[in-house]
């Protein structure tokens, strides 16, 4: 049965300034991802009003006249605005003040959510374990506080101040008060975090002793929301990972093992996707989250070859991969979603320029099971570099540690002879010299 919120639309229009130092096309480019932001959080964008201007009105934002543009069309006033239901909120494409917000508010007559407060929103919501909750909070305390003041306004006289009690004075005022609350609450988060992430460190250490290797093969897919990170993750893995067509499906990184299992064993994570002007609090606060792109081997950095402003994607997660220090970590260029390219001479064209201008991508689209396959090859084959050929001898009378051969090594020949079993193998040094030692004192 549906709810009342899924049976009633609900309608809202985005509004922005172009300042002069942004080109059509990233300003284009930047209002169709906040309309793609407010379709995630279950709005339909009825109406786009755009202003180009030297730089934003300190009072709300837009100009006057804009605004009065807006509320005539919000109010139902204008020729335009009568085939759409009731106007919910203004989306703007920009972080604002809290005075402009306030502003913009009371002269459009509806609810008014900046960039960064529709980013916290999904965040907030999309948000399922306990360290992505946690963060969450924090980037939503964090940009809260400043607004408290013109809430206190809001409140007049009667909020502003709170008597004292005991003898302690005047008493602190109320935006005090809240403030106080806030970085206490904020504190508490952080002590819950640093908590939470040496238990993930300890648990890392557990999976790493399980494998009987000192280090993990790990690759960490990292992007650009919606660039297909989370399809080709369940591609590589075999696993059913949520994929859903809207920014921010998922925010919790999940690890699962490269499939068919690879020598040595790969695991594969998914991280939170990037996007422009990402709320430098979420950067900071989300970057446990992202460690595990700290923590792998190899990044594949997956783009979405069918978006004509992929250059920006490009250089959105490089700059965010630069603030979380993991621009040092091998890197290779998946650029996903050929197939949205045109029909079959359009994708051969857009592959021909790609490679062309990036010579070791991976073009491909993850729906392709032999795109897929010819990706996990390419990633086995990072893996195995560094390892060694070498032929083991194990004697029949000891035949139990031949599970040992094939759990540490692949192997690729095995023969026998009246003494025992020889096998040709590839691996790591050290493992494959702790096999040969741990054979010969048998």
């Given at each position: 049965?549906?709810t009342?919120?899924?049976?009633k639309?609900k309608?809202?229009?985005?509004a922005?300034?172009?300042?002069?130092s942004?080109?059509?096309?990233?300003?284009?480019?930047?209002?169709?991802?906040?309309r793609e932001?407010?379709?995630?959080?279950?709005?339909?964008?009825?109406?786009?009003?755009?202003?180009?201007?030297?730089?934003f009105?300190?009072?709300?934002?837009?100009?006057?006249?804009?605004?009065?543009?807006?509320?005539s069309?919000?109010?139902?006033?204008?020729?335009?605005?009568?085939?759409?239901?009731?106007?919910?909120?203004?989306?703007?494409?920009h972080?604002?003040s809290?005075?402009?917000?306030?502003?913009?508010?009371?002269?459009?007559?509806?609810?008014?959510?900046?960039?960064?407060?529709?980013?916290?929103?999904i965040?907030?919501?999309?948000?399922?374990?306990r360290?992505?909750k946690a963060?969450v909070?924090?980037a939503?305390?964090?940009?809260?506080?400043?607004?408290?003041?013109?809430?206190?306004?809001?409140?007049?006289p009667?909020?502003r101040?709170?008597?004292?009690?005991?003898?302690?004075?005047?008493?602190?005022?109320?935006?005090?008060?809240?403030?106080?609350?806030?970085?206490?609450?904020?504190?508490?988060?952080?002590?819950?975090?640093?908590a939470?992430?040496a238990?993930?460190?300890?648990?890392?250490a557990?999976?790493?002793?399980?494998?009987?290797?000192?280090?993990l093969?790990?690759?960490?897919?990292?992007?650009?929301?919606?660039?297909?990170?989370?399809?080709?993750?369940?591609?590589?893995?075999?696993?059913?990972?949520?994929?859903?067509?809207?920014?921010?499906a998922?925010?919790?990184?999940?690890?699962?093992?490269?499939?068919?299992?690879?020598?040595?064993?790969?695991?594969?994570?998914?991280?939170?996707?990037?996007?422009?002007?990402?709320?430098?609090?979420?950067?900071?606060?989300f970057?446990?989250?992202?460690?595990?792109?700290l923590?792998?081997?190899?990044?594949?950095?997956?783009?979405?070859?069918?978006?004509?402003?992929?250059?920006?994607?490009?250089?959105?997660?490089?700059?965010?991969?630069?603030?979380?220090?993991?621009?040092?970590?091998?890197?290779?260029?998946?650029?996903?979603?050929?197939?949205?390219?045109?029909?079959?001479?359009?994708q051969?064209?857009?592959?021909?320029?790609?490679?062309?201008?990036?010579?070791?991508?991976?073009?491909?689209?993850a729906?392709?099971?032999?795109?897929?396959?010819?990706?996990?090859?390419k990633?086995?084959?990072?893996?195995q570099?560094?390892?060694?050929?070498?032929?083991?001898?194990?004697?029949?009378?000891?035949?139990?540690?031949?599970?040992?051969?094939?759990?540490?090594?692949?192997?690729?020949?095995e023969?026998a002879?009246?003494?025992?079993?020889f096998?040709?193998v590839?691996?790591?040094?050290?493992?494959?010299?702790?096999?040969?030692?741990q054979?010969?004192?048998v």
């Amino acid at each position: 049965m549906q709810t009342e919120d899924q049976e009633k639309p609900k309608y809202a229009i985005v509004a922005s300034v172009q300042l002069p130092s942004v080109n059509d096309v990233e300003f284009e480019a930047s209002l169709t991802e906040l309309r793609e932001l407010a379709k995630t959080l279950g709005f339909e964008v009825v109406h786009t009003f755009v202003q180009k201007r030297a730089g934003f009105d300190t009072t709300g934002y837009l100009g006057v006249g804009k605004r009065q543009e807006i509320h005539s069309f919000i109010s139902g006033e204008s020729d335009d605005s009568g085939h759409h239901g009731e106007i919910a909120v203004v989306f703007v494409d920009h972080e604002i003040s809290p005075s402009q917000a306030r502003n913009l508010e009371k002269e459009v007559g509806c609810q008014v959510m900046d960039r960064t407060m529709v980013i916290l929103e999904i965040f907030h919501r999309n948000a399922r374990s306990r360290a992505a909750k946690a963060q969450v909070e924090i980037a939503r305390l964090g940009y809260m506080a400043p607004r408290l003041r013109e809430a206190a306004k809001l409140a007049g006289p009667q909020g502003r101040q709170r008597s004292g009690v005991g003898g302690r004075g005047a008493g602190e005022s109320g935006t005090e008060l809240d403030k106080r609350k806030i970085r206490d609450r904020i504190a508490e988060l952080q002590q819950e975090i640093i908590a939470m992430e040496a238990e993930r460190k300890t648990q890392r250490a557990r999976r790493q002793e399980r494998e009987g290797r000192e280090g993990l093969a790990g690759v960490a897919l990292v992007g650009y929301t919606n660039a297909g990170k989370s399809t080709l993750m369940r591609a590589l893995t075999g696993s059913e990972v949520l994929v859903a067509n809207k920014l921010f499906a998922t925010l919790d990184t999940t690890v699962r093992a490269l499939h068919p299992e690879s020598v040595p064993r790969v695991l594969i994570s998914d991280t939170v996707g990037f996007i422009k002007n990402l709320p430098h609090g979420l950067v900071a606060s989300f970057k446990s989250t992202l460690d595990e792109a700290l923590d792998a081997s190899l990044l594949l950095h997956v783009i979405d070859a069918s978006d004509p402003g992929f250059e920006r994607q490009l250089e959105v997660t490089d700059k965010v991969l630069e603030e979380i220090g993991a621009d040092t970590v091998p890197r290779l260029r998946i650029f996903n979603k050929i197939d949205h390219v045109g029909d079959a001479a359009a994708q051969a064209e857009c592959e021909t320029a790609l490679r062309t201008q990036y010579p070791d991508c991976v073009v491909m689209s993850a729906r392709r099971p032999d795109d897929v396959a010819t990706l996990r090859l390419k990633i086995v084959a990072f893996f195995q570099r560094n390892l060694v050929e070498d032929e083991l001898f194990l004697p029949w009378s000891a035949q139990q540690l031949r599970g040992a051969v094939y759990a540490n090594c692949e192997v690729l020949e095995e023969r026998a002879d009246g003494e025992g079993a020889f096998f040709r193998v590839r691996g790591e040094h050290d493992t494959v010299q702790s096999l040969r030692e741990q054979f010969e004192r048998v």
